[in-house]
């Protein structure tokens, strides 16, 4: 039910994206807003929940984009391995570095993905900016926040039944049967 619930999530979060958010492609000020989704797998679910959330948003994502094929698979899975390795070793307490590490890891897999993309296909012109990336990167660190509590009331929601078998008390002994 978690997954079912992050997946439903995840496409709309694709589908704001990629028809409002995103008057043009190259806005400076497009939210990427499936990689705020992709920090809270990595921080709060399993793995196998969270690959089985991941797939089709990826795939998804590079129906969508329009773009290389591939590019926002290797952007997703890249930055949850990153995060997820990167949360299991710090010491510090979890409040602490999330957000930070949200738009660092989002700037260093960006990067990344642009030196990829340029190795491989020389011929598509991707543009780089520092200070553009940066500022992306500074909006991501900016939603994660409120897209994490979002995130939270969606697994809390998941976990609670849909059948109310736990309100239903049945009593193995009767209380009336007198004890001899």
């Not at 995840?10 to 990689?35: A, F, K, N």
């Not at 920090?39 to 998804?60: E, G, Q």
């Amino acid at each position: 039910m978690i997954a079912f619930n992050f997946i439903l999530v995840g496409l709309l979060l694709v589908i704001m994206q990629t028809t409002v958010c995103m008057p043009s492609p190259v806005w400076l000020l497009t939210p990427d807003c499936y990689y705020v989704l992709v920090a809270y797998l990595a921080y709060r679910l399993d793995l196998m929940r969270s690959l089985i959330v991941l797939f089709p948003l990826v795939c998804i994502l590079d129906v969508l984009s329009g773009t290389v094929l591939g590019m926002y698979a290797i952007l997703c899975f890249s930055a949850y391995f990153l995060i997820r390795f990167i949360s299991r070793k710090l010491p510090v307490n979890e409040s602490l570095y999330q957000i930070p590490l949200v738009g660092v890891s989002y700037l260093l897999i960006s990067w990344g993905v642009y030196l990829f993309i340029r190795f491989i296909e020389p011929e598509v012109l991707v543009s780089w900016s520092w200070w553009k990336m940066g500022t992306r990167a500074m909006l991501v660190a900016a939603l994660a926040y409120p897209l994490f509590y979002v995130f939270d009331l969606v697994q809390k929601y998941s976990h609670r039944s849909l059948f109310p078998w736990s309100r239903l008390r049945l009593r193995t002994d009767n209380r009336r049967r007198r004890k001899a």
